[in-house]
C-alpha cells in the first residue's frame, strides 16, 4: 500500500470511527438522534401575539399620563379618547392654549408624535420606531414567559421561538395533555389588586349604579363568580372597581398552593420588598374595605381587608387542587404582556408515534436490504464496494444528525431511505462508466480512473439539483417537513464523500495491491 | 450481470406517442380535478382532524350524532377500532380539535366528573392524583414527586404499548405499580371510550398562507432549477428541464386527482422532491450529448445524437430509478398510513421522471432545434435536424466563452 493510500484509508476509518461514535446511545445521551413530534408524541402549537395588546396598553398609559401631569400642573385636564391602538386624542376646553400639554408631551411621553385633527382636537400617535420597540419587546417577553411556564410544568427538551407575523412556534415533546398545557400557555396571568366601589350586583347598571356619583368615571366594571352560603359557585356578578392598579403581579415574588381551614387548595403569595410596601400602604389605608383580586380582567375573589398586610396573602376562590396549581405557576412565571390565539394545534399521541417509528424503521429496513441484494446481484464484487460505500453513508448521516441535533421525524425516515437510494446512483454512474471503459479495451486500473474521473461533473450535477430542491423544501417547510429536508441534505453531502473518496479507496485497495491487475469484479 | 448493452433503442421515433400519451393523462387528471376538485387535507383548507382509538367497538352512530358537520370514517383495520374525524373549517381561530375532544369525552365519558380517566389523560394528571393520595406514604419530598411520575410514566407507557387499556389489569401490570397504587387506581380511576391517537387544527390564517407558500416553492424551485441548467448547459436545456420539471409534476399531480388523494403537506414535499430528483436523469443524459460531441469524429443529426446518448446511460437510467423505486415500494407497503400517499406520489414522480428523460425531453429538443432554425450549439456543428443544410461557424456554448475569457 503505498504512503497516500494508507493516509486516505486512515481518514476513512477515523470518519467510520467518529460518526459511529456518535451515534452510540450513552448514559448522558440515550437517545443520540432526537426524535420529532410525529415520532415521540408531543405537540406543535403555531400562537399569534396579539401585540396590538401591548400596543394599546401603551397608548392608554399615555393618556393617563398625559392628564395626571396636566393636573399637577394646574392645567385644565383634557378629556381623551383613544382612536386606534397607537393613537389618542385629547379635547382641551375652549381657548386653552397647547404650548403646556406639548411640554409634557415631550418630558413624559416622548415616544408620541404631537398633532392636530381636523376639529382642533390635539392628536398623539406613537411613533413608529416605538411601535416596533414595543412589538419586538413583548414578544421577546412572551417567549420568555412561555418558557419559564413550559419549563415549570417538566416538559424536556421544549422548543419556543419568534417566527415572522408576530407568531411564535412552541414545540412540546412528550406533553400528552395538550388541552392542560395550552391552558397554563395561553392564560395572560395579569394579577391585580384593586379597590372595590360600591357592592357587587347580578348585572352591570345596578353595579354602576350603586357606585357614588364622584367614583363613576373612575371604575371598571368588571365580572366575578357568585357564591353561595356554601362558597359554592353560582352564576356571574359584576363588581365596579378603581381604575387605578396599586399593586400587580410583577410585585409578587412567589406562588404557591396551600390548603385552607377546611382544607380547600388557595393560593398564597409573598411580595417583594417594594411591592410589600405599596401593600402595606394601600391595605392599611383602606381596612374594612373590599380589595378585589383581579386575573385577566376577571374577579377571582373580593375579600374584607381586615388588618394592614405587608408580605404575603393568600387568593382564594372556588379552586380545585389543579386549578390551584396551575395558578401558582402561572403567576410564579410572570403575566404576558399580550393575549395569544392558536393558529395551529398538531398532537400525536405516544401510541400513534410508537406506530408510526415501527412502520418507519420496518419499511427502511426492508428497503435497505432490497437495495443492497440488487446491487450485489448486478455489480457482484463491485457491489460490495457500493455496499460498504452506503453503509458508511447511513452513518454518516445518522452521526451528522446526532451531532447538528437534527430532528428525526417520519418523513425524514423516508428521507433517509430515499438519500440511500440516490446515494446508489453516484456509484451506478462510476460503475457504468468503468464497464464502458473496459469494453472500449482500457485496462482495469486506466478503466477505474477513467470511470471516477469522467463521472465526477455528472455527479456534481445531479447532486446539486436535488440540493436546490432541499434548500426550497428547508425554506418552505414546518416540523417534520423541516426535518426531511435536513435529513436530505445531510444525506446528499455524505454521498459525495462516500461515492467519490470512499469507493475509490475501496477500489485502490482491492486492485493497487497487485502489480496489474488484470480482472475486476463489476 | 448486465443489461442493455449495446442497446439501439430508437428513443426519438416514439416522442409523439409519449407526448400523447402524457398529455391523455394529465387530461384525464384535469378532468377528475373538475369533476372533484382538489381534496385539501387540513394544512391548506383549514380545520381540524381527530383520530381516535376506541376500548369497544366504534359507536359510529354516536359519533354521526354528535358530530353532525363532520366525516368520520374508518381509520387502519377494523379490529384496530380507530376512526379518522374530519372537521370542515371554521372562520374564527379557536382550537376546534380540542373542543370536539372535549365534547366527545363528556358524552361517552360520564364517569370522568368524578374519575381519572386513564386512556384519555396523560402522565402529569395521574402523576398529581397519585401525589396528592400518596399511597406509598412516601410524604411531600420531592423524591416522592419523581416516584409517582415514574409510575404514572410507566402506566402511559403501557397504553402506548398496547393502543388503549381494556381492562385495569393491564394498567396494574405496568412496572412499578404497588398493589396501594393498584388500589388508588381501581379507587379513582376507570378506563374511558376513546384514546386519542393525533389532533389537528389549522387556522384558516395558516392554511391560507400556507398554499401560498407552497406554490412559490415549488414554482420557485422550478425556476432556480432552470437556471442552473442554463448556467452549467445553456438556454435550451435549462427550458427544457423546465418543461420536463413541469411534466412529472403535473403527471404526479394528475395521479393524485386520479386516486382523489388528499392534497396535504407531505405531497408539497414529495412535490419538490421530485422536481430535483427526476431532473437528474436528463441531466445525466445530456452530459453523454456533450462530452460525445467533443469526443465523436462522425456527422450525426441532432436525433442520432440524442439517441446515442440515452442508449448510452440507458442502464444507469434504469437502475437508479430502479433503486429508487425499491425503497419507495417499500415505504408504500411498510411505511403506514401517514405517509402511503407521500410515498405514491414520489414513485410516480420518479417513473414520470424517468420516463421523460427519454421521451418528452428529446421533443422538446428536436422542437426547439426546429423553431429556431439552427443547429443547437449543445450538440455542435455536426448536429442538424435532417432537414438541415451544411453547418454552419459554430457558436460557442457558455462554458466555452468562459473558458476563452477567463
Known amino acids: ?522 | 450481470m448486465q443489461i442493455f448493452v449495446n442497446s439501439k433503442f430508437d428513443f426519438v421515433r416514439w416522442r409523439f406517442y409519449a407526448v400523447s400519451f402524457s398529455v391523455l393523462f394529465m387530461l384525464l387528471g384535469l378532468a377528475m380535478f373538475l369533476k372533484h376538485g382538489v381534496n385539501w387535507g387540513i394544512d391548506f383548507a383549514g380545520g381540524a382532524t381527530v383520530t381516535l382509538k376506541f376500548r369497544d367497538a366504534v359507536p359510529m352512530d354516536r359519533l354521526r350524532a354528535d358530530l353532525a358537520d363532520a366525516s368520520i370514517q374508518q381509520y387502519g383495520p377494523p379490529e384496530a377500532r380507530s376512526v379518522l374525524i374530519r372537521l370542515p373549517e371554521l372562520k374564527k381561530e379557536v382550537d376546534y380539535a380540542g373542543l370536539v375532544v372535549a365534547k366527545l369525552n363528556s358524552d361517552l365519558n360520564p364517569q370522568a366528573a368524578a374519575k381519572l380517566d386513564l386512556n384519555f389523560n396523560g402522565r402529569d394528571r395521574l402523576a398529581e392524583l397519585l401525589y396528592s393520595v400518596d399511597p406509598d406514604a412516601k410524604g411531600t419530598v420531592p423524591t416522592a414527586k419523581t416516584y409517582y411520575q415514574d409510575v404514572a410514566q410507566n402506566i402511559i407507557n403501557k397504553r402506548s404499548e398496547v393502543g388503549i387499556f381494556t381492562n385495569m389489569a393491564q394498567v396494574t401490570s405496568a412496572p412499578g405499580v404497588t398493589t396501594r397504587i393498584a388500589g388508588v387506581l381501581n379507587d379513582k380511576t376507570f378506563l374511558g371510550a376513546f384514546n386519542v391517537l393525533n389532533q389537528e387544527t389549522v387556522g384558516p390564517q395558516v392554511g391560507h398562507d400556507l398554499q401560498q407558500k407552497a406554490m412559490w416553492a415549488v414554482i420557485l424551485s422550478t425556476l432556480a432549477m432552470g437556471l442552473y441548467l442554463w448556467l452549467r448547459f445553456d438556454l435550451m436545456f435549462g427550458a427544457s428541464a423546465i418543461v420536463c420539471i413541469v411534466h412529472d409534476v403535473l403527471m404526479s399531480l394528475a395521479f393524485l386527482m386520479m386516486i382523489n388523494g388528499e392534497f396535504s403537506l407531505n405531497i408539497v414535499a414529495a412535490l419538490l422532491l421530485i422536481v430535483g430528483f427526476s431532473i437528474n436523469d436528463t441531466v445525466v443524459m445530456y452530459d453523454r450529448v456533450r462530452e460525445n460531441k467533443r469526443k465523436l469524429k462522425t456527422r450525426m443529426t441532432l436525433e442520432e445524437q440524442l439517441n446515442l446518448a440515452m442508449n448510452q446511460t440507458l442502464s444507469r437510467t434504469i437502475l437508479t430509478s430502479g433503486s429508487v423505486v425499491i425503497v419507495l415500494v417499500a415505504l408504500l407497503l411498510f411505511g403506514g398510513k401517514v405517509i402511503h400517499e407521500f410515498a405514491w406520489i414520489l414513485l410516480i414522480g420518479v417513473l414520470a421522471g424517468t420516463y421523460s428523460t427519454v421521451t418528452i425531453v428529446p421533443a422538446v429538443a428536436i422542437a426547439w432545434n426546429k423553431f429556431t432554425g439552427r443547429g443547437h450549439d449543445l450538440s455542435g456543428p455536426v448536429a442538424r435536424t435532417r432537414t438541415d443544410n451544411p453547418p454552419r461557424q459554430q457558436t460557442p456554448t457558455p462554458q466555452q466563452r468562459k473558458r476563452r475569457a477567463g
Open chain 1, 1 to 522: 500500500m503505498t504512503r497516500g493510500l494508507l493516509w486516505r484509508v486512515i481518514l476513512i476509518l477515523v470518519v467510520l470511527v467518529g460518526f459511529a461514535w456518535a451515534i452510540v446511545p450513552t448514559k448522558d445521551t440515550p437517545e443520540p438522534i432526537r426524535r420529532g413530534l410525529d415520532l415521540k408524541g408531543g405537540t406543535h402549537l403555531v400562537m399569534r401575539v396579539n401585540v396590538g395588546d401591548a400596543v394599546r396598553l401603551e397608548t392608554d398609559q399615555a393618556s393617563e399620563m398625559l392628564k395626571a401631569q396636566a393636573k399637577k400642573g394646574n392645567l385644565p385636564i383634557p378629556a381623551t379618547k383613544r382612536v386606534n391602538d397607537t393613537t389618542f386624542v385629547a379635547v382641551l376646553p375652549a381657548d386653552t392654549p397647547t404650548s403646556g400639554y406639548e411640554t409634557i408631551a415631550k418630558d413624559y411621553i416622548p415616544s408620541f408624535d404631537v398633532g392636530r385633527t381636523p376639529e382642533g382636537a390635539m392628536q398623539f400617535k406613537m411613533k413608529t420606531a416605538s411601535l416596533t420597540a414595543i412589538e419586538r419587546d413583548t414578544i421577546t417577553h412572551t417567549v420568555e414567559t412561555i418558557d419559564n411556564r413550559v419549563n415549570a410544568l417538566g416538559v424536556t427538551e421544549p422548543y419556543i421561538a419568534p417566527e415572522s407575523n408576530n407568531r411564535i412556534v412552541i414545540q412540546l415533546p412528550g406533553v400528552d395533555d395538550p388541552a392542560r398545557v395550552k391552558d397554563i400557555i395561553k392564560t395572560t396571568a395579569q394579577l391585580q389588586f384593586r379597590l372595590v366601589e360600591g357592592e357587587p350586583a347580578s348585572d352591570p347598571t345596578a353595579t354602576l349604579n350603586g357606585v357614588a356619583p364622584n367614583m363613576k368615571t373612575e371604575v371598571d366594571i368588571l365580572p366575578g363568580t357568585r357564591e353561595d352560603a356554601l362558597g359554592r359557585a353560582a352564576g356571574v356578578e359584576y363588581y365596579a372597581v378603581r381604575k387605578t392598579v396599586p399593586v400587580t403581579g410583577t410585585d409578587l415574588k412567589n406562588a404557591r398552593v396551600q390548603k385552607g381551614q377546611l382544607g380547600q387548595p388557595n393560593v398564597g403569595f409573598s411580595l417583594t420588598p417594594d411591592g410589600a410596601r405599596k401593600f402595606g400602604d394601600l391595605t392599611g389605608a383602606n381596612i374594612k374595605r373590599r380589595l378585589a383580586i383581579v386575573l385577566d380582567n376577571k374577579v377571582v375573589s373580593a375579600p374584607v381587608i381586615n388588618s394592614q398586610i405587608n408580605e404575603s396573602g393568600v387568593i382564594e376562590g372556588n379552586f380545585t387542587q389543579e386549578q390551584a396549581a396551575d395558578l401558582s405557576l402561572v403567576l410564579r412565571s410572570g403575566s404576558l404582556p399580550a393575549s395569544l390565539t392558536t393558529l395551529e394545534e398538531r398532537t400525536v399521541g405516544p401510541s400513534l408515534g410508537r406506530d408510526s417509528i415501527h412502520q418507519g424503521v420496518l419499511a427502511s429496513l426492508v428497503g435497505f436490504i432490497a437495495l443492497i441484494l440488487a446491487v450485489l446481484l448486478y455489480y457482484k464484487g463491485a457491489g460490495i464496494n457500493a455496499v460498504l460505500a452506503l453503509l458508511l453513508n447511513l452513518i454518516i448521516l445518522l452521526g451528522m444528525m446526532a451531532i447538528f441535533h437534527a430532528t428525526l421525524t417520519l418523513p425524514g425516515i423516508a428521507g433517509i431511505i430515499l438519500t440511500l437510494g440516490m446515494a446508489i446512483d453516484s456509484n451506478v454512474l462510476v460503475f457504468e462508466r468503468i464497464r464502458e471503459e473496459l469494453r472500449d479495451g482500457k485496462v482495469v486500473r486506466a478503466a477505474i480512473e477513467n470511470g471516477f474521473s469522467r463521472a465526477f461533473g455528472t455527479i456534481i450535477d445531479t447532486h446539486m439539483t436535488t440540493i436546490i430542491s432541499a434548500l426550497f423544501l428547508f425554506q418552505f417547510g414546518t416540523g417534520p417537513i423541516k426535518g426531511f429536508a435536513v435529513t436530505l441534505l445531510i444525506g446528499l453531502f455524505a454521498s459525495v464523500f462516500t461515492a467519490f473518496f470512499v469507493s475509490r479507496v475501496i477500489f485502490d485497495v482491492m486492485y493497487k495491491a497487485q502489480n496489474r491487475p488484470t480482472e475486476i469484479s463489476i
